[in-house]
């Protein structure tokens, strides 16, 4: 069975500082790695993924995350939050197996204070 | 725009009564995925389809069911619907190969009363 944790149901940042929203996942085998973002009263939006190669992925709107193996973290990241950012983030885990199943995490309510 | 098409946007029945909810999946896409997201329960797996065969199942009601056509659009039947379904549900479509990124839908809310 795969599952993904996102720890934290809420983060606060100030406008200007980093932001980091953060993701464990399991899985049997390696593992794909996906965060999206989800606006209110929108669908989620794909922000990046990491497949196989450098462990730090950049993706859309500045953001990039950071997959580590041997603690089964891929947190996300972004050196600088605007007030746009405030938003619902999603990780997501699909096994590198037969398995197709894409979980998401519970999800992390960000909010950025200008 | 992620190109994945639901209808109808709002939806609003009485318990007892079966719904059917309509996904065009993105040009080239094989694949749709089904999930039911509630404010209790976030963002659940119900059915994945893949070029019109399932492929995998999550936490989806038998009194739920889905299938895809062969134009690749996929509809989600509701049926004896009860209060606590009510929730956004959203299709997501992707191409083949485990390690392609889903693009969703912009949901339908589908209100029991």
């Known amino acids: 069975a795969q599952s993904v944790a996102q720890p934290e149901d809420q983060v606060n940042v100030a406008e200007g500082n980093p932001l980091t929203v953060k993701c464990t996942y399991s899985v049997s085998g390696n593992p794909y790695l996906f965060w999206y973002v989800q606006y209110p009263n929108r669908g989620l939006q794909f922000l990046l993924k990491?497949?196989?190669?450098?462990?730090l992925v950049k993706g859309s709107y500045g953001f990039e995350a950071e997959f580590n193996k041997s603690q089964t973290s891929f947190h996300l990241k972004k050196p600088s939050a605007l007030v746009s950012d405030s938003a619902l983030y999603f990780c997501a885990v699909r096994a590198y197996s037969n398995d197709y199943k894409l979980s998401f995490g519970a999800g992390t309510t960000v909010t950025v204070r200008a | 725009d992620s190109g994945v098409t639901q209808t109808p946007k709002h939806l609003i029945t009485a318990t007892g009564q079966r719904v059917t909810l309509r996904c065009s999946p993105r040009s080239g896409d094989l694949s749709v995925y089904w999930y039911q997201q509630s404010l209790d329960q976030g963002l659940q797996f119900l059915i994945q389809?893949?070029?019109?065969?399932?492929?995998a199942k999550g936490n989806i009601l038998e009194r739920f069911s889905a299938q895809q056509f062969p134009d690749l659009h996929s509809e989600l039947n509701l049926s004896s619907l009860e209060l606590g379904d009510s929730a956004l549900y959203f299709c997501?479509?992707?191409?083949?190969?485990?390690?392609?990124?889903?693009?969703f839908g912009q949901g339908t809310r589908l209100t029991v009363v």
């Open positions: 997501a479509s992707s191409q083949s190969g485990q390690n392609t990124e889903a693009f």
């Open positions: 389809y893949y070029n019109g065969e399932e492929r």
């Open positions: 990491y497949i196989t190669g450098d462990n």
